[in-house]
């Protein structure tokens, strides 16, 4: 079956580095979602990618989606402690309509 | 705009018992989610309905599990018996069509 793969699990970075989570799926996707949870709180969904090669930028976060639409990136400049939580990407496979959440990577940010 | 709403926030039981978890999601949205979140399994999906009829249900871990729903603004998930291994966070999640999933507020399960 389908299988949504995260990496890494867990990330501990200072304030004001560089943060990059990668997505892989076993198979095509038709989209790929992007979920923040805080600690302590509930999954809110950030944005979703369709096409393939699309990059999407949030201020100090950039998405991309990949050329084959099976891999995505999350990319954060400058963490803040506020970025603090664990990101989710979450693809639905070409013709099908279930979602599937990777397993998360969770962000510590050191101020 | 009220969000997708979970009762109660918090659950503490005695294994054996009968547990009931409630959903009520954001009105007009047509697909509702249940999951289950733990630090060793991470966020898994239980089970999903479409227009009230259960689509899939093959994340259900078994048959103490069961979950309902009778219209469009609510929804349950039951357990009985429960077990200590059930004690984690269930969230309710709901969305229109394919758009993003909006997330409840979960309820915190313990089962002692």
């Known amino acids: 079956g389908q299988q949504v793969m995260q990496i890494p699990q867990y990330q501990h970075v200072q304030e004001g580095e560089d943060f990059t989570t990668y997505c892989n799926s076993s198979?095509?996707?038709?989209?790929i979602q992007w979920y923040k949870q805080r600690p302590g709180g509930h999954p809110v969904f950030l944005i979703q990618?369709?096409?393939?090669?699309e990059v999407k930028k949030q201020k100090r976060l950039t998405f991309q989606f990949g050329e084959a639409k099976k891999n995505s990136s999350l990319h954060i400049t400058a963490t803040q402690t506020t970025d603090v939580g664990t990101y989710f990407c979450?693809?639905?496979?070409?013709?099908?309509?279930?979602?599937?959440f990777g397993a998360g990577t969770r962000l510590f940010v050191k101020a | 705009d009220a969000g997708v709403i979970q009762s109660p926030r918090h659950e503490v039981t005695e294994m054996g018992q009968e547990v009931t978890l409630r959903c009520k999601p954001i009105s007009g949205h047509d697909y509702l989610f249940w999951y289950r979140q733990t630090m060793m399994r991470g966020l898994e999906l239980l089970i999903y309905?479409?227009?009230?009829?259960?689509?899939?249900d093959s994340g259900m871990p078994e048959d103490r599990f069961s979950a309902k729903m009778p219209n469009a603004s609510f929804s349950t998930l039951k357990i009985q018996p429960s077990e200590p291994r059930d004690s984690a966070v269930y969230f309710c999640?709901?969305?229109?069509?394919?758009?993003?999933?909006?997330f409840g507020d979960g309820t915190r399960l313990s089962i002692l």
């Open positions: 999640a709901s969305s229109f069509g394919q758009q993003p999933q909006h």
């Open positions: 979450a693809g639905r496979n070409t013709g099908g309509f279930k979602t599937i």
């Open positions: 309905f479409n227009n009230n009829v259960p689509i899939d």
């Open positions: 990618l369709v096409k393939s090669g």
């Open positions: 198979t095509t996707l038709s989209n």
